[in-house]
């Protein structure tokens, strides 16, 4: 199968400082990736889609301000949590198809974000 | 939109026997129906998937069924091993996105 890869896997950081979580498709390029958000024992949350070379689709409820995503290349999309507070300490998961729909999605390994 | 939900809950098994997973949906008009697992502290995995065009799909273990006029599709692994253990979850298609069911949390006993 295709591969996201997804980086840091953890990261702690104080509160009130922004964290950067990059996804990368590594055998094919992706002109939409999602990025997902989990708590634990929880399903995956659909958080927004990342559109590359356009502006990301935030979900309802879903902060722009506070969850930038940046989709510069065709194999790159980054997530930074602005101003980070312990309340958005979560898991989180980007994914992406090679065939740039919804359908055969890969996942990332996920960032296990704390926030202290 | 799309609604999916998942049962059960949690599921226990002793290695060797059966395990089903359950999913309903409301959107008559999706047609791709993946399963995932989950292993703790990972990212989910694409197990299996099925189009609305078949009714069953088969890969070794693992088998996916499709009951389109009842809106829903299950989970079926045979011959269960330890494992097999994680969480599962179904998933729906909503216009270009997943809607992913609640989750199974599957243990495999020796």
Known sequence: GAVVSQHPSWVICKSGTSVKIECRSLDFQATTMFWYRQFPKQSLMLMATSNEGSKATYEQGVEKDKFLINHASLTLSTLTVTSAHPEDSSFYICSASPGGRNEKLFFGSGTQLSVL | ?110
């Open chain 2, 1 to 110: 939109g799309e609604n999916v939900e998942q049962h059960p809950s949690t599921l226990s098994v002793q290695e060797g026997d059966s395990a089903v997973i359950k999913c309903t949906y409301s959107d008559s008009a999706s047609n791709y129906f993946p399963w995932y697992k989950q292993e703790l502290g990972k990212g989910p995995q694409l197990i299996i998937d099925i189009r609305s065009n078949v009714g069953e799909k088969k890969d070794q273990r693992i088998a996916v069924t499709l009951n389109k006029t009842a809106k829903h599709f299950s989970l079926h692994i045979t011959e269960t091993q330890p494992e097999d253990s994680a969480v599962y979850f179904c998933a729906a298609p909503l216009t270009d996105k997943l809607i992913f069911g609640t989750g199974t949390r599957l243990q495999v006993f020796p």
